[in-house]
Each structure stands twice: as structure tokens, then as C-alpha cells.
């Protein structure tokens, strides 16, 4: 059911209440959700809810083994960050939704003007909206400050293009005498329900006629709209609200899409629950080895309790913490300057993507158009040829004497090749929705949602037509050999969609009085509309496979009876709220495409950006499978395809396109299985019907290929191929795009990457990391992305490692000491031995390289092995316990042999070796040195060298002065930690991985 708002101020102003109020909110919290929400999310992570029940259980008696302080401090620090972060984060979105809700507006009623901030307009308010300010609602526009009712708003950010858009008066409100008027107008809006759609509007605006007391019915298009978040970019504009709020489209617009969790972490999660199985095992084991003997349960869950340890609470704070320096290093990188992170939690997943799904316009082509070739049937012209055109249209205009020439005939259809010329590149100069405007400097430019039309019209300016003056109602050309002015009257425009795939215009030339109907667009649908004829199929494939992008032209004069005709019906499509724009393309349809003269067919070429050879062909040495998802036809795809190197030189090309029965897709796997080096080219339509009747069969092949051409592909489909492979395969997918149409294929991937292109910034601002060119990628994966993954993965694995050998020290402890569930570090020590005395070296491992940046980038194949996942595996993983429990029983036997008089001082001396461990550790595993590091090291040694002056209860400092115990803590370390070295000192020596081969060269 549409909604009907009465247009009429004392109506309306008592119906305020029954519609949404205009209110920006972007809080996730407010005061009393705050807490609770916040908490609740914390907790559902397996490391918080860890703690807190052990924490928790210090609370009773039986279970206490320490200072609360020791198990709610860490816990509490921890969820302090979180908190903190998020309530700056929430207090940052309140201060933009205040500002945004404070906007002042003048809004025009019966007293006149008035001024109110945002958050008080409501639907039926008639609000003036000025120059460069944005618009508040959603808005019908009423009237203009410019004669003809247009005029033009900016809506970068609301689809992310950044061309003004042409918008239009209501044309009865236009013409009344000012702006008072609109206060006698009684009548009612009937606009359709609130929905997402920008590019659609369905309305019909009723009013009476006071004088005559006739009904006037006007329809109400996407053209008559002013979206909320949109910026007027021109004059002045009354608007009548219709929608606020959260109904708003530009609300209704924003995507809330699900956090993304990077593979690293889920592993690192899993590693947590197997550690705590672990603490659980050794748990009973401490109890079953002490026979089970009282309330062994108790003992169980005490054990438990001190084993918590070996689930290090502080490793998610590392690891979000090293996020944040890769993120910051990727920002700060001068070769790819400009490149923005905005998911700071996913940089490990740059090393680890297996899948790049690409798109082709603006992505691996620079989305700047210029017109290489027009064929006309019997004539073909390319850049060297285009003199030709400039001199039979001077030719043309200048032996006629005047701007409207006369054509020589005998016979019927013949025409001259000047004339066939001329109308051909004036159809170009008409057929579009191009504006000129005049800079600060006098220097003319374009306006247009596409640079195809943009690249068409300046081609017509330099073949000496050109466009000088456009509004609504009006067309001028300029002819640049006569300096005579054409003037044509705007009658209809059908804007371009991508269902459509065409746009046309009627124009009225003002002296001749003849009215013509032109369209251009795909010859996929054009073909079908134009005359018969031999040769446009076989050009539009050569110009295809030349890599250019294609339209064809036609023609169509229409008598007045039949203009008459279609505007009759063309307005009662117009009217109608139900099936409008189904109704309004039949009436095009059965009264306007049929017939065309064919005029010709424009090749625009769209080059490759800077470097995209080299980075593709680097992601594929990489062992990173390529799809390109595009748009274009097969031929144009495939061209790019192979001038980028996407293709090898000689790789077979398998193409399977128009697919519409099972045999038909059966038989094309099976050859495709047969071939699996070829590179597919596969049609939307036909990639549809795979989806649909057989999807894990072609997903099966699909992902085996290197690389998968994609063609007609729309946005649906690029986020339901990204699904597919995503869940199919699990691995990491990568897309990259650089407009609006990309969006749905950069939120579904692991990691979107946006590019920031001729189509605006709506695939950027959606994207988790945001670049300014293709090329951008190597160094982002092949550098960026692996010291992030291997630096992450090595943090992961000694903060485990710091954790479980303390924990197996304390079974040791318990086990020497009749197994008894009592503690070995207390209070300070063990917070200081997570934090204080080792948390410096070990986070400074975040600034280790194994390779060189010259080497990484030199040698991509070095990334297959970092999608293999071998630097955090089941097996580094369990060869860290071991290395734990070799050095733990190193430590504890060691000092049973050496300071078997002063075992009274366990503590301190298996404390002071198991620090010392620590950092000798961190440094055997240093491959580049950095400043950092090294102050690191240094200065964590001696602030434990000072606290033990600092904790009397825990280090006798006359004990711990004596050569004796220096030398012996000396020998405890070197026993625990060179043994371990020297083994992999002789693996790298005897079975060295690629990149040490490398650097030793």
C-alpha cells in the first residue's frame, strides 16, 4: 500500500507523529546498555570467560590460592582496555550523530520561516534546503531557484559516485509565482512504502485546482528526488519531506555486515581450548598420582586453578596490539602511500589468501575512456583515420552556407559519406546525459554518471561538434568549423540502467521541427532493435577482442502523429503506482524500438593501470588463484585477460557461454575437466545455471583452474561466487574493486580491498583496507602480508610457550612436594613475569623479518608457503610444549643439583632463570635486529635486576648477591636454552627452509 501524506501544511502539522522521527543514530549503546552489552560480548570470547571463572572461583574459600588481585587484575586490565575503547569509539559516534542531528534548517510555514535542527523536521515539512548543504530527508523536489527547475546534488556519499546528479522540479510547482504558493496548494502525495532502492522512486502528487476545481495528477520519479546525505551542489531547493529517519534510504543503506574473524584467530582460539584440556589433564594427573585421596575434586579444580597460567590471558592484548603496528606500518609505507586500514584486526590475512577475486573497470583498467574506433557499415575509422571525420564534417556544414545542410539525393536511400558522417557523430553530441559547466578558470567540463559518455562527448568536441549548453528543456551544439549554433528541444530522456542496458533521447531540432528518437547502447540489446544488417555482429567481436568497450547507435524519426501517440501512453504509464517502469518500457518498447537506422558502432578503450602486469603476474607466481568478475561481454574480458598477463602467452581458452540445459553443462565440465591448465570464460547467464542446477560440480573444477574469466556478471553474483568459493574451499579470498556494484563482493571476501577510482569512494569506505591503485597488492601481500602472519604467528607461540612452562614448573613444584595443590609464584611475580619482566622482549618480536622486503617481492613464490599455514600449526604448536617441558625440567633439575643446600630459595632461583630463559630465548630467535628490540632486552633485564631490590618477601639479597648463585643461575639458563639453539642451528644447516636458502645467497 503506497503512503498518502496530505500536501497541506495545516493538515500535515497535525499528523507529525504518525512517522519516524528524523534522528541520526549510529550509538551501539546508550547509558544503560552500556555495561551489560559490552560485558556480554567479552565473554562470549573463550580466553575472557576462562578467567572470569577462575577469577570467580577465588571467591571461595576451598578454591583460593592467592591474592585476588593476582587473578582479578590481569582480567580487569584487560576488560578495562576493551571498555575504554569501546566507550571512546560510542562517544565519538554520539558527538557525530549530535552534530549531524544539530544542523540548523529553514523550514516554510504558515508564520513564515523557521528555523529548526534536523532531528525536528518530520514528513509534510516543506523545507528550503541552500548551496552545499545537505539534505536532512528524503525529499520530493518542489521548486528551484533556476528557471528551469533543475538542479544538480552531490551523492558521493550515499552510492560513492562522485559526478553530480541531475534532479528535477515538480514541473506545476516550478511554475508558480514564488515559493508562498506552495502554501495554497491543497492536495495529497501518494508515495510507495519505504524500501532500499536509490536509483527508484514510484510517487503521484494529486492536487485541486482552486479555480477551476479540477483534479491535476502529476507522477513522481528518481528525478524528482532529494536523498538524505545528499549534498545540493547548485542553486537553491524547496523539497517536501516524505520519508525520515531510519526509513530513509541512505539509513536503510547502511550495512551492519558481520565481523570477520581472521583465520589466525580461530586457530589461536582452538589452540586455547586444547590448552585448557591440557591444564585439565595435568590437573587429575597431579591428583591421581596423590591417589585421589579427600576431596579430590576440590584438589582437581584448585590444580586448575594454578595451571591457569597456561592459557596466557595477555596474548589476545599482544596480538591486538600487533594488529595495530602492522596496520600503522601498511599506512606508513611510502611506496603505497595513500592506503588506509580500515579493519585494523585483519593484516594477518594478507598472508594468507589463496583466492583474489577481481573486478575489471577501474580495478585493473583505469576507468579513463577514450573513443579508438567508430564503424559505420561501409566505413571504419580508428585514431589515425579521425581526421577524416573532422574534414567531412567541415565539408558538410561549410558548402551548405548554413548549419542545417541540404543533401544532394538520386535516389531514395542514398546518402552522401559526409552526411552518413555527420549523422552519426550528431547522434553521438545528442544521445546522452552529459552537462557542461564553466570552471574558475573559464575551462569547460563535463558532468555524467559514466566516463563513456564523458569520452564520447569530448571526442565529438574534437571532431568539431561541440556541446556548450544544457539544461532540462534544451540541447546546444556548436559547430566549431561555422561557429553556427544548433539548438535542439529536450522531449524525453530514458536514463541508461543496467537492466536496460541503452539509454535514448527524443529531441526536436528548433528549425526544422523534425522530431528524432536516438538510442545507443549493448548490441546484445541494440541488435535487436536496429535494422537488419550484415556486419555488426562480426565488428562488435573484433572491437571486443581488441579489449574495447562497445555501443552502438540508431535512429528514428518520428512524425507528429506518433510522438502524439507515445506521449499519450507514455504518461499514463507515468501515473500508474503499480508495475510503472514495466509499463513505461513496453510503451518504449512497442512505439519507439523498432526500426532503427543503424548509425554506427564506437569501440572506447579503457587502459590498464600502471603495474598491473607485474603485480598479476607476481600474484600468480605466488600460487594465488585469479578470477576476474566483470561485466563486459566475453570478448572484451578476454582481451584484458591476455594484455594484462592473466593468461599465459599460450594457455588454452575455454569458453562456456548461453548454457541453458543439464547435458549442455555436463558436457562442458567434462571437457573443461580434461584441460585443467586452460583459463575459463564463462557468461553470467551461463554461470546462473551452474549456480542453480549444478553448483558443487562446477565449484569442484572451478577453484582447481589458476585463473576464471567471469563475464555479464552483476553484484549479486560477485558476492554469490565469493560465498561459494569461501565456503567450499575455506580458504582465504581476497576481492578487489572500485565501485558501488563491487560493494556486496568486498564485504562477503576475508579481506576487501577497495580501490579509490573514477567511481567514487563507495567501495573503499566498504572495503577493510583501502588503496589507490591495483599494483598496490604485491607489496600488501607478498610484504606487508607475510611479516604480519609470521610475525603474529611467532608472538602466538611464545607468549603459549612463556605461559605453559611456568605451569609445568609448578606441577614439578607440587609433584616434589607430595603433589599438594600450592603455589609456586605468587601475587607480584606471577603478573610481573607476563607483564614487567618479559612482555617488552617478546612484543617486540612484531618487528622481526625473516626476509628482506628486495627478497619477499623478488621471490613471490616464497608466499605458498605461508598459505599453507605452517608457521602456526598443530605441529609448532605441540614442538613449543616440548621445547617447554625440555626447559622447565631443565631449569627445575638443574637447580635440585646445584642448590641443593639452599632449596629454600626455589623461588627466587628458578624465578631468576626462568626470566633470564626468556630473554635469551627472544634473542636466539631474532632474525633482524632492530634498535628496539635490543633496548628492550636490555632495559627488562635491569628493571628485574631492580625489582628484586623492591621485593624483600619473595628475594633474599644477600643470597642472591653471591658469585655463586650468579654463575649457577648463568649455567641453569645456558643448559636450558643453548641445547635448544644448537638443534636448530644444524635443521637450518641440514634442511634450511626456502627463505633462509634465499638469504643466504
Known amino acids: 500500500m503506497p503512503y498518502i501524506i496530505p500536501f497541506n501544511i495545516k493538515v500535515q502539522s497535525k499528523d507529525r507523529r504518525k512517522h519516524v522521527p528524523n534522528k541520526i543514530v549510529h550509538q551501539k549503546y546508550n547509558i544503560f546498555t552500556f555495561l551489560p552489552l559490552v560485558l556480554f560480548e567479552q565473554f562470549t570470547v573463550f580466553f575472557n570467560l576462562y578467567f572470569l571463572l577462575v577469577a570467580l572461583s577465588q571467591l571461595i574459600p576451598a578454591l583460593k590460592i592467592g591474592y585476588l588481585l593476582t587473578y582479578f587484575g590481569p582480567l580487569s586490565f584487560v576488560l578495562l582496555i576493551t571498555l575504554s575503547k569501546e566507550a571512546v569509539d560510542d562517544y565519538q559516534r554520539y558527538k557525530r550523530d549530535k552534530e549531524a542531528n544539530s544542523q540548523l534548517y529553514e523550514r516554510i510555514g504558515m508564520s513564515g520561516l523557521t528555523i529548526v535542527p534536523s532531528s525536528k523536521i518530520c514528513v509534510g515539512d516543506l523545507i528550503r534546503i541552500r548551496k552545499d548543504q545537505r539534505i536532512p530527508a528524503d525529499m520530493v523536489l ?7 527547475g533543475a538542479c544538480f546534488i ?55 485546482d482552486q479555480n477551476s476545481m479540477t483534479k491535476c495528477k502529476e507522477s513522481l520519479c528518481i528525478e524528482n528526488t532529494l536523498w538524505a546525505n545528499t549534498v545540493l551542489a ?64 576440590i584438589y582437581v579444580f584448585r590444580f586448575l586453578i594454578i595451571f591457569s597460567s597456561i592459557i596466557p590471558i595477555s596474548l589476545r592484548v599482544n596480538l591486538d596490539m600487533g594488529k595495530s603496528v602492522y596496520s600503522r606500518r601498511i599506512e606508513r609505507d611510502e611506496d603505497i602511500k595513500g ?94 546525459n552529459v552537462t557542461p559547466s564553466l570552471t574558475t578558470d573559464e575551462e569547460t567540463t563535463y558532468q555524467a554518471a559514466s566516463p563513456d559518455e564523458v569520452a564520447i562527448v569530448k571526442w565529438t568536441e574534437k571532431m568539431g561538434m561541440l556541446l ?38 527524443i529531441v526536436q531540432d528548433q528549425q526544422t521541427q523534425e522530431i528524432v528518437f536516438y538510442q545507443k547502447g549493448a548490441d546484445a540489446v541494440m541488435s535487436a532493435i536496429v535494422r537488419s544488417n550484415d556486419w555488426l555482429e562480426e565488428e562488435c567481436s573484433n572491437m571486443a577482442r581488441e579489449g574495447l568497450r562497445t555501443l552502438v547507435i540508431g535512429k528514428k524519426t518520428l512524425s507528429k502523429v506518433i510522438y502524439s501517440l507515445f506521449k499519450e501512453k507514455y504518461r499514463e504509464a507515468e501515473v500508474s503506482l503499480h508495475d510503472r517502469y514495466t509499463n513505461q518500457e513496453e510503451v518504449i518498447r512497442s512505439l519507439l524500438e523498432t526500426e532503427l537506422e543503424l548509425l554506427g558502432l564506437t569501440g572506447v578503450e579503457d587502459t590498464l593501470q600502471e603495474g598491473v602486469k607485474n603485480t ?27 594484455s594484462s598477463k592473466l593468461v599465459a602467452r599460450h594457455q588454452h581458452i575455454h569458453r562456456i557461454t548461453q548454457v541453458s540445459s543439464s547435458e549442455e553443462a555436463e558436457e562442458e565440465i567434462c571437457h573443461l575437466e580434461n584441460k585443467m591448465d586452460s583459463c575459463l570464460v564463462i557468461d553470467g547467464e551461463s554461470l546462473q545455471f551452474y549456480l542453480d542446477n549444478c553448483r558443487d560440480t562446477f565449484i569442484e573444477i572451478a577453484t582447481r583452474l589458476s585463473v576464471v574469466v567471469c563475464c555479464r556478471c552483476s553484484p549479486t553474483q560477485k558476492a554469490a561466487i565469493t560465498h561459494l568459493i569461501k565456503d567450499y574451499t575455506k580458504k582465504r579470498v581476497l576481492s578487489i574493486g572500485d565501485g558501488g556494484n563491487d560493494v556486496s563482493m568486498i564485504q562477503a571476501a576475508n579481506v576487501g580491498v577497495g580501490i579509490v577510482g573514477k567511481e567514487g569512494k563507495q567501495a573503499s569506505l566498504a572495503a577493510d583496507v583501502s588503496i589507490l591503485q591495483f599494483s598496490y597488492l604485491t607489496k600488501l601481500l607478498l610484504w606487508h602480508g607475510r611479516n604480519s602472519y609470521k610475525q603474529s604467528a611467532k608472538l602466538s607461540q611464545f607468549i603459549i610457550h612463556r605461559g605453559f612452562i611456568i605451569s609445568v614448573m609448578q606441577a614439578v613444584f607440587s609433584g616434589l612436594f607430595y603433589f599438594a595443590p600450592i603455589a609456586l609464584y605468587q601475587g607480584l611475580l606471577v603478573v610481573g613475569y607476563a607483564t614487567l619482566y618479559t612482555m617488552a622482549p617478546v612484543f617486540s618480536l612484531v618487528l622481526d623479518q625473516d626476509v628482506t622486503e628486495e627478497i619477499a617481492i623478488m621471490y613471490p613464490e616464497l608466499y605458498r608457503d605461508l598459505t599453507k599455514g605452517r608457521s602456526l600449526s598443530y605441529r609448532t604448536f605441540f614442538t613449543w610444549l616440548l621445547v617447554s617441558v625440555y626447559q622447565e625440567g631443565a631449569i627445575m633439575m638443574v637447580s ?27 634473542a636466539l630467535q631474532i632474525r633482524t635486529w632492530h634498535r628496539v628490540m635490543a633496548v628492550s632486552e636490555v632495559v627488562t633485564f635491569f628493571i628485574y635486576i631492580g625489582s628484586m631490590f623492591l621485593m624483600p618477601a619473595y628475594f633474599d639479597m644477600a643470597f642472591i648477591c653471591q658469585i655463586s648463585f650468579i654463575w649457577k643461575v648463568l649455567v641453569m639458563t645456558a643448559v636450558s636454552s643453548l641445547p635448544l639453539y644448537s638443534v636448530k642451528a644444524l635443521c637450518r644447516r641440514y634442511a634450511p627452509p626456502r627463505s633462509v636458502k634465499l638469504v643466504d645467497v
Open 468 to 505: 556548450i549548453y544544457r539544461d532540462i528543456n534544451t540541447i546546444r551544439l556548436k559547430i566549431a568549423s561555422t561557429g553556427d549554433i544548433l539548438e535542439y528541444k529536450i522531449l524525453n530522456v530514458f536514463p541508461f540502467t543496467s537492466q536496460t542496458k541503452r539509454m535514448g533521447i
Open 142 to 148: 518542489l521548486r528551484t531557484t533556476e528557471e528551469t
Open 234 to 297: 547548485s542553486g537553491t531547493a524547496v523539497g517536501f519531506v516524505v520519508y525520515t529517519g531510519k526509513e530513509t534510504r541512505a539509513v536503510m543503506n547502511t550495512n551492519h555486515p558481520e565481523t570477520k574473524l581472521g583465520l589466525l584467530d580461530s586457530e589461536i582460539n582452538k589452540l586455547a581450548k586444547i590448552l585448557f584440556l591440557v591444564a585439565l589433564f595435568m590437573s587429575f594427573i597431579m591428583v591421581g598420582l596423590n591417589g585421589f585421596r579427600g576431596f579430590w575434586y
Open 896 to 922: 635440585i643439583l646445584l642448590f641443593e643446600e639452599e632449596f629454600i630459595h626455589i623461588v627466587s632461583i628458578s624465578f631468576t632463570a626462568l626470566v633470564l630463559n626468556e630473554l635469551v630465548m627472544v
Open 339 to 432: 592506503t588506509i586500514v580500515r579493519t585494523s584486526t585483519l593484516p594477518e590475512e594478507l598472508g594468507r589468501i589463496e583466492y583474489l577475486l577481481t573486478d575489471k573497470t577501474g580495478t585493473l583498467t583505469k576507468n579513463e575512456m577514450e573513443l579508438k574506433k567508430l564503424h559505420m557499415g561501409t566505413m571504419s575509422y580508428s585514431i589515425d583515420t579521425m581526421d577524416e571525420i573532422q574534414t567531412s564534417l567541415v565539408s558538410v556544414f561549410e558548402n551548405s552556407g548554413h548549419a542545417y545542410p541540404k543533401v544532394n539525393t538520386s535516389g531514395k536511400n542514398w546518402r552522401s559519406m559526409a552526411w552518413n558522417i555527420k549523422e552519426c557523430v550528431q547522434a553521438l553530441a545528442l544521445c546522452h
Open 154 to 208: 552531490r551523492t558521493d556519499q550515499l552510492d560513492g559516485e562522485t559526478d553530480w546528479k541531475l534532479r528535477l522540479a515538480v514541473p506545476s510547482l516550478q511554475a508558480l509565482s514564488s515559493e508562498d504558493a506552495l502554501l495554497d496548494i491543497q492536495g495529497e502525495m501518494h508515495v510507495v512504502p519505504p524500501h532500499k532502492d536509490i536509483h527508484h522512486f514510484i510517487g503521484t502528487l494529486n492536487t485541486m
Open 616 to 642: 598479476l603476474e607476481s600474484i600468480h607466481h605466488a600460487g594465488i588463484k585469479i578470477w576476474m568478475l566483470t561485466g563486459d561481454k566475453a570478448e572484451t574480458a578476454t582481451c584484458i585477460a591476455v
